[in-house]
């Protein structure tokens, strides 16, 4: 079958990183993607890893190991504005979704 | 347009009642996809259209569930004879070509559904 696992709470406070794992698993597999949602608001995109290794974008870097089915995104520098949840996802052509991960900061 | 729009963004009806939501995809985008989200949770994918053709309509719960797109644009979600379980927040998100992960989806604000 096809799913995504990952933590469903993560506390951290401001100013430090924070690691949020997924793994997968699925029968086919075109790359990992990232969203960012705020309570309330509509999932926003953040990065995409087709390969494996490290992608950074400003404060926040994806990374990808097919062969352990295993990503995560890393957020440094934590601010408050970065509280929201954090969804993995694969697909072929739609994205399936991980369930989520809430993120706490606290100052 | 700018952006993905959605509408009604709120939308209260009573259980057996049909209900239409729709979505305006950004101008040019081939792609539109359809997900429903419950509180708390992650995305559940209902349909995905590629241009006016749905290659994917795995993702609807059950035969009261629908959607179409029309001229490559505007698509719309109608759910018959609604049901409290019904109730969540409806998605609409659309791509330029299509390629799942490997593109962004730009998503709507979402229509939230309440079925008393």
């Known amino acids: 079958g096809q799913s995504l696992e990952q933590p469903s709470e993560v506390t951290a406070v401001e100013g430090a990183i924070v690691q949020i794992n997924c793994t997968y698993q699925t029968s086919g597999f075109y790359g990992l993607s990232w969203y960012q949602q705020h309570d309330g608001g509509a999932p926003t995109f953040l990065s995409y890893n087709a390969l494996d290794g490290l992608e950074e974008t400003g404060r926040f870097s994806s990374f990808l190991s097919r062969s352990d089915s295993y990503g995560y995104l890393l957020l440094q520098e934590l601010q408050m504005k970065d509280s929201a949840s954090y969804f993995c996802a694969y697909s072929n052509y739609q994205l399936i979704w991980g369930a989520g991960t809430k993120l706490i900061i606290k100052p | 347009g700018a952006g993905v729009s959605q509408s009604p963004s709120n939308k209260v009806t009573e259980k057996g009642k049909d209900v239409e939501l729709r979505c305006d995809p950004i101008s040019g985008h081939t792609a539109l996809y359809w997900y429903r989200q419950s509180l708390g949770q992650g995305l559940e994918f209902l349909i995905y259209?590629?241009?006016?053709?749905?290659?994917?309509k795995s993702g609807l719960p059950s035969d009261r569930f629908s959607a179409e797109r029309t001229g490559g644009s505007v698509s719309t979600l109608t759910i018959q004879r609604t049901q409290q379980e019904d109730s969540a927040v409806y998605l609409c998100a659309s791509s330029l070509r299509g390629g799942g992960a490997r593109e962004t989806q730009y998503f709507g604000p979402g229509t939230r559904l309440l079925v008393l």
């Open positions: 259209f590629q241009g006016n053709s749905a290659p994917d």
